[in-house]
């Protein structure tokens, strides 16, 4: 079975400019969830959307959004990028079960100049 | 305070060592507990997933949680170079997919 996909793989930016990454989740997964990875942070909670409906949000500003497909696949868009906006983007997903874990993609790493 | 606390490290051991990681939380409602690993510039890795407390075993992995201290664990038995890794702890409340994060272990297992 095919693991969590993640495009691209590495992006750079700049101040100001908006940015769309895209997640695949597992076959047959439902729940895909979105994490910002910092060095001073750690990994953090952004959303997760279950069935194309978000259904839990993170601590972050209106900058960054995100949306579901019928098919499961993610997108995640930040505007306005800031520099503290460099990290490394993580999606994960699993069946949407609450007993379910979550399995990570290689991630997004994103470079704000 | 952060509602999951772990030492960042780094830990280095001799391979063979068993190695003992730690995670305290604040909130005792969460009752999902995992532990990750992370190889540089890779996405984190599932390892283990425990539900309330108790012991679960897999290979040379054993995961503990003791839900009365908030305490959680991951043992690493005969460590390998391979092992080298940041190990992240991550716990999870019922009818939430949220997961909260440890800060990381940096564990360097040396040959």
């Known amino acids: 079975k095919a693991g969590v996909t993640q495009t691209p793989r590495y992006l750079i930016k700049t101040r100001g400019q908006q940015v769309t990454l895209s997640c695949s989740p597992i076959s047959g997964h439902r729940s895909v969830s979105w994490y910002q990875q910092t060095p001073g942070q750690g990994l953090q909670f952004l959303f997760e959307y279950f069935s194309e409906t978000q259904r839990n949000k993170g601590n972050f500003p209106g900058r960054f959004s995100g949306r579901q497909f019928s098919n499961s696949r993610s997108e995640m868009n930040v505007s306005t990028l800031e520099l503290g906006d460099s990290a490394l983007y993580l999606c994960?997903?699993?069946?949407?079960?609450?007993?379910?874990?979550?399995?990570f993609g290689p991630g997004t790493r994103l470079l704000v100049l | 305070q952060k509602e999951v606390e772990q030492d960042p490290g780094p830990l280095s051991v001799p391979e063979g060592a068993i190695v003992s990681l730690n995670c305290t939380y604040s909130?005792?409602?969460?009752?999902?507990f995992m532990w990750y690993r992370q190889y540089s510039r890779k996405g984190p890795e599932l390892l283990m997933y425990t539900y309330s407390s108790g012991n679960k075993e897999d290979g040379r992995f054993t995961a503990q949680v003791d839900k009365s201290s908030k305490y959680i664990s991951l043992f690493i038995r005969d460590s390998q170079p391979s092992d080298s890794a940041t190990y992240l702890c991550?716990?999870?409340?019922?009818?939430?997919?949220?997961?909260?994060f440890g800060t990381g272990t940096r564990l360097l297992v040396s040959p």
């Open positions: 991550a716990i999870k409340n019922t009818g939430f997919q949220k997961l909260v």
């Open positions: 909130n005792s409602a969460f009752q999902y």
């Open positions: 994960a997903s699993s069946r949407g079960d609450s007993q379910e874990t979550q399995y």
